[in-house]
């Protein structure tokens, strides 16, 4: 009896341990540097060496420098700002990647009935928030004589090749950032993980599952207040990407607030109640320009494109007298 009670026992350990083994994981993660933010990477596995890590790691920052060498107006040589440079009605090839996201640029250009609009960079420079170091308020004529080169329909964009209309340029920060993500999350698949989650300076892309949950809990910031969030959202698979002028702002020598968010119509910054908008959507990288264009269009106008898209969902937060406004699209 004794010995087939040690066997039992003996059976359990066994198999507990099998299940422990193949069951139980860690969250192993790293993060750094890229495109003038931080980035982290979390994956859920059994077991991952230090070694193992070591090289994701590099491979994910390999891909982030390669990357910045595309879309950086920060780098002179990079492919964003070559093309910057091209004279005006001359045909320039760009790469694959660099089409790709122009193509998409050009989608939610259109999408949001052209408040999104990457060649607003003369103006975003001219406020101060770009490449150039401007720290006083511009004047009307300024902006009038900037505002004419402002218009993506001012570019020609044809199997790899563009042809700017007139001296335009561009600045594709508020899409390239969510694109360095997708790229980034290519590379963790290609490692054959599945359980992830990738972020880089506030927009993010989870896929698979977090510790024993199905997806991921993502919550959304509480503007201007250093809380815990004002929602969270549990997605799996899913890009996610937040506007917002609580961040990123100055203040002119009168002393009047203005933030980055430029509106690409007017030349000015957006002036509204939105504080900001996160949008869920299959890839980070159309999150991210939504977002942008969303926030530009306000939060009534936004809902009625959001709702008419499909995969892809927002929530609006707008400030008003009695506190923060929560409006959310019909999937949340």
Not at 48 to 69: G, T
Not at 226 to 237: P, V
Not at 310 to 321: C, G, L, M, P, Y
């Given at each position: 009896?004794?010995?087939?009670?040690?066997?039992?026992?003996?059976?359990?350990?066994?198999?507990?341990?099998?299940?422990?083994?193949?069951?139980?994981?860690?969250?192993?993660?790293?993060?750094?540097?890229?495109?003038?933010?931080?980035?982290?990477?979390?994956?859920?596995?059994?077991?991952?060496?230090?070694?193992?890590?070591?090289?994701?790691?590099?491979?994910?920052?390999?891909?982030?420098?390669?990357?910045?060498?595309?879309?950086?107006?920060?780098?002179?040589?990079?492919?964003?700002?070559?093309?910057?440079?091209?004279?005006?009605?001359?045909?320039?090839?760009?790469?694959?990647?660099?089409?790709?996201?122009?193509?998409?640029?050009?989608?939610?250009?259109?999408?949001?009935?052209?408040?999104?609009?990457?060649?607003?960079?003369?103006?975003?420079?001219?406020?101060?928030?770009?490449?150039?170091?401007?720290?006083?308020?511009?004047?009307?004529?300024?902006?009038?004589?900037?505002?004419?080169?402002?218009?993506?329909?001012?570019?020609?964009?044809?199997?790899?090749?563009?042809?700017?209309?007139?001296?335009?340029?561009?600045?594709?920060?508020?899409?390239?950032?969510?694109?360095?993500v997708d790229k980034v999350v290519e590379v963790i698949k290609r490692l054959d993980k599945k359980d992830f989650m990738v972020e880089i300076g506030g927009e993010l892309y989870v896929h698979g599952d977090e510790f024993y949950r199905e997806g991921w809990d993502v919550v959304v910031a509480y503007p201007e207040i250093?809380?815990?969030?004002?929602?969270?959202?549990?997605?799996?698979?899913k890009g996610v990407a937040t506007s917002g002028s609580y961040r990123n702002f100055r203040f002119a020598e009168d002393g009047k607030k203005y933030h980055h968010i430029i509106d690409a119509k007017t030349g000015y910054p957006v002036i509204s109640d939105l504080v900001s908008v996160t949008v869920v959507a299959e890839?980070?990288?159309?999150?991210?320009?939504?977002?942008?264009?969303?926030?530009?269009?306000?939060?009534?106008?936004?809902?009625?494109?959001?709702?008419?898209?499909?995969?892809?969902?927002?929530?609006?937060?707008?400030?008003?007298?009695?506190?923060?406004?929560?409006?959310?699209?019909?999937?949340?």
């Open positions: 009896m004794k010995k087939i009670i040690i066997s039992i026992s003996l059976f359990v350990l066994v198999i507990s341990l099998i299940l422990y083994v193949i069951f139980n994981r860690h969250a192993y993660s790293f993060s750094g540097y890229a495109i003038g933010t931080t980035y982290k990477v979390v994956v859920y596995d059994r077991y991952i060496s230090p070694e193992k890590l070591y090289f994701m790691k590099m491979a994910v920052e390999d891909e982030i420098a390669r990357m910045n060498m595309i879309f950086s107006t920060f780098e002179p040589d990079s492919e964003v700002s070559k093309l910057n440079s091209a004279s005006p009605n001359v045909e320039y090839y760009v790469a694959d990647e660099f089409f790709r996201v122009l193509v998409l640029a050009g989608e939610v250009y259109r999408n949001t009935n052209g408040h999104y609009d990457p060649t607003v960079d003369p103006l975003v420079r001219l406020w101060g928030f770009g490449r150039d170091d401007r720290y006083n308020y511009p004047s009307k004529f300024e902006v009038d004589s900037l505002i004419k080169y402002v218009g993506y329909d001012k570019l020609i964009i044809t199997n790899n090749i563009v042809v700017k209309k007139k001296d335009v340029t561009i600045d594709l920060a508020s899409v390239a950032k969510g694109y360095v250093e809380k815990e969030g004002i929602m969270t959202l549990r997605l799996n698979n890839n980070v990288a159309r999150a991210d320009a939504l977002a942008t264009g969303l926030f530009v269009m306000g939060a009534d106008e936004g809902l009625k494109i959001v709702n008419a898209l499909d995969d892809v969902e927002a929530v609006f937060i707008e400030k008003t007298e009695e506190g923060l406004n929560i409006k959310k699209s019909n999937g949340i």
